[in-house]
């Protein structure tokens, strides 16, 4: 799997939330992460560049988990600078005229610019992704009803895996006591032979 495919659930899940089609988000996280290759993907859980209160002097934020991000780009994306990316959405525009509205977002710091547009890295990334879209996954609805699944398999998968351990360890320390036993009985009866 992808990068693409890896962050879908969660785009999609923003997407139905903003109204934003999902293939603008991926374009966008796209070109934010370098296919996902930047440390703010990797380390940070930040597939958008957010930043932390204060600016680019603050740094780029933090996420725990890649849900945390979502809800917090969700938080950023509803705020009034992004009206127009989100009405044109909702309204149904295609993703290219949604492209171009957060190409002239404050979000895009340079990032989006192309071919002396505005908003033209998102359009070239855009169409890379529409050629591609029948291997796009179906849009998942659910997100927390997805990652509550995960977990509980996460749990099961994790319980299991303790439980065997705490087995092996039982066994372990079961066998080793018998086998110390077993040399310590030995030595006496080999020492006992000899003493006579």
């Known amino acids: 799997m992808g990068y693409l495919d890896d ?9 139905q939330r903003l109204g934003i089609p ?31 209160p204060g600016g680019e002097q603050a740094g780029l934020k933090a996420y725990l988990s890649l849900d945390d991000f979502t809800n917090d780009y969700i938080r950023v994306m509803s ?19 949604v492209a171009l509205a ?11 610019q192309k071919y002396g547009i505005k ?23 659910n997100l927390p009803g997805l990652v509550d699944s995960a977990k509980k398999a996460k749990d099961a998968i994790t319980g299991t895996w303790d439980a065997i351990a705490e087995k092996i360890l039982w066994l372990f320390s079961e066998q080793f006591v018998l086998l110390l036993a077993g040399l310590v009985i030995g030595y006496l009866a080999v020492k006992t032979l000899f003493a006579r």
């Not at 962050?7 to 997407?15: I, K, T």
């Not at 996280?29 to 990797?42: D, F, K, M, V």
Request: aromatic share 10%; proline share 8%.
């Open 102 to 112: 957060l190409g002239e977002s404050p979000w895009d710091g340079g990032n989006y």
């Open 22 to 52: 999902v293939e603008v988000i991926l374009a966008q996280w796209q070109i934010e992460t370098g296919g996902g290759t930047s440390r703010a993907s990797r380390l940070l859980n930040n597939q958008a560049g957010i930043m932390r």
């Open 7 to 15: 962050v879908y659930p969660y785009a999609s899940y923003a997407s």
């Open 79 to 97: 705020l009034p600078y992004y009206d127009r990316v989100r009405t044109l959405g909702q309204a149904g525009a295609d993703p290219g005229s």
């Open 119 to 141: 908003g033209g890295a998102l359009l070239a990334v855009l169409n890379s992704i529409k050629k591609g879209a029948q291997y796009l996954p179906p849009p998942i609805g």
